[in-house]
Each structure stands twice: as structure tokens, then as C-alpha cells.
């Protein structure tokens, strides 16, 4: 059971290239979500979604970007990398609305260096 | 606004004692739920246990259990029998009703010696 998939784990890009970290999801969740965890600064939400077709932004949005074009997937992109992006990444998914269903569950993540 | 607060940025213990990781939070909701994760080195979080902010009883998961004390904010997280493979950062969460965004502490690194 693959539960949440992060693509690339690693990634190393030169300030101004752009990319894309992947997400997916097989357990026909409804909430996906991204976040930035830095160091002695916890995890900080980026973008989030309750559904295909439906995003919003979380805390922390400016130079990101986001679709949700299927249950499954949740892309992030970055549009411009910053040396300030230099970051882990988690993308995770969750059932829909009622807090005993709002168990996350987390990708591996993507630790992303902006050089 | 929300926010969780974890004061021990890191803490000892013994192998097979109890310890204790505190955290507070502030919200304005009536409705919310507190969760704990655990990311151990190789960096995966990993939920450990949810208690609801109308939960009577104190959650327990095994050898987690939630301290949850409403009137002072607080749902510190109790592990009993720790062992080595208990050493890990713990992150303490929070999320109100009717929203989707959950906010986490930035966290408390347990060390477990043996």
C-alpha cells in the first residue's frame, strides 16, 4: 500500500530555474495539503486543497503554486527558485471534514537545495 | 489566531523511564483537535495519537498517552517505557473546526539513552 508518493526525494536547482515536486495519493482522500518544515521552525503550510479543483493558501504561499486536477494528485510548483526555498518538503492527505477523520498522513518529503 | 507552543527544544531519557513532552496552544475555537507526530531520523512523520478538545477521557495509543488539560491549554504528551527507538523529534499539532489548515509547534527532539 503506497499511501503518499513524494517525486523527487532530493533535488538540487540554481536560483531562477523552476520545477515541479510531485504528490499522489491512492487512498481516495479529500484533503491534500504541502508543507515547508525549517529548521527550529516546525512544519509551515504552504498550499492546501479539499478537493479536485478546489485550492487555497496556507501560511506560507509566495513562490509557489498549486492544482488539483484529480483526487490523486497535488503538484507543487515553484516558479522561480529562491535560495530562501532551500527547504524539506511534505505533501500529505487526510479524510474530509470531521477532526477525528483529520489524521494526516505524510509523504517521505523532498529536501530541495537552491543554490 | 492559533498557535502551538513547545518550550523543550530537546530532552534526556533514561531507557524505560517515563517523559513527558509539554505543549500549550491558543485558539479562539470551541471545536478543535490536538494531535502528536513523530519524525524520527530518517524523516518520515509518523501520527501517534488525537485527542478531541470534547474528549472526556485522556487518548491513549499503547505507550502514548495525551495529557489534556482544556482549562490550561495544554495536551502534553506522556511516553511510558521509553526506548531507543523512541529518539526522535515530536511535533505537537493543532486543527479548529470548520477549517482545513492545521498548525504545528516547531517541535521538541527527544534523546533516549541507554
Known amino acids: 500500500n503506497a499511501g503518499v508518493t513524494q517525486t523527487p526525494k532530493f533535488q538540487v536547482l540554481k536560483t531562477g530555474q523552476s520545477m515541479t515536486l510531485q504528490c499522489a495519493q491512492d487512498?481516495?482522500?479529500?484533503?491534500m495539503s504541502w508543507y515547508r518544515q525549517d529548521p527550529g521552525m516546525g512544519l509551515r503550510l504552504i498550499h492546501y486543497?479539499?478537493?479536485?479543483?478546489?485550492?487555497d493558501q496556507g501560511e506560507v504561499p509566495n513562490g509557489y503554486n498549486v492544482s488539483r486536477s484529480t483526487t490523486e494528485d497535488f503538484p507543487l510548483r515553484l516558479l522561480s527558485a529562491a535560495p530562501s526555498q532551500t527547504s524539506v518538503y511534505f505533501c500529505?492527505?487526510?479524510?474530509?471534514?470531521?477532526?477525528?477523520?483529520?489524521?494526516?498522513?505524510f509523504g517521505a518529503g523532498t529536501r530541495l537545495s537552491v543554490l | 489566531a492559533q498557535k502551538i507552543t513547545q518550550t523543550q527544544p530537546g530532552m534526556f531519557v533514561q531507557e524505560k523511564e517515563a517523559v513527558t513532552l509539554d505543549c500549550t496552544y491558543d485558539t479562539s475555537d470551541q471545536s478543535y483537535g490536538l494531535f502528536w507526530y513523530k519524525q524520527p531520523s530518517s524523516g518520515e512523520m509518523i501520527f501517534l495519537i488525537y485527542?478531541?478538545?470534547?474528549?472526556?477521557q485522556n487518548a491513549t495509543e499503547g505507550r502514548y498517552s495525551l495529557n489534556f488539560q482544556k482549562a490550561r491549554k495544554s495536551a502534553n504528551l506522556v511516553i511510558s517505557a521509553s526506548q531507543l527507538g523512541d529518539s526522535a523529534m515530536y511535533f505537537c499539532?493543532?486543527?479548529?473546526?470548520?477549517?482545513?489548515?492545521?498548525?504545528f509547534g516547531a517541535g521538541t527532539r527527544l534523546f533516549v539513552k541507554a
Open positions: 500529505a492527505s487526510s479524510l474530509g471534514q470531521g477532526l477525528a477523520k483529520n489524521i494526516q498522513y
Open positions: 485527542q478531541g478538545s470534547y474528549d472526556e
Open positions: 487512498m481516495n482522500h479529500e484533503y
Open positions: 499539532a493543532m486543527r479548529g473546526t470548520g477549517g482545513f489548515k492545521t498548525i
Open positions: 486543497s479539499v478537493g479536485a479543483g478546489i485550492t
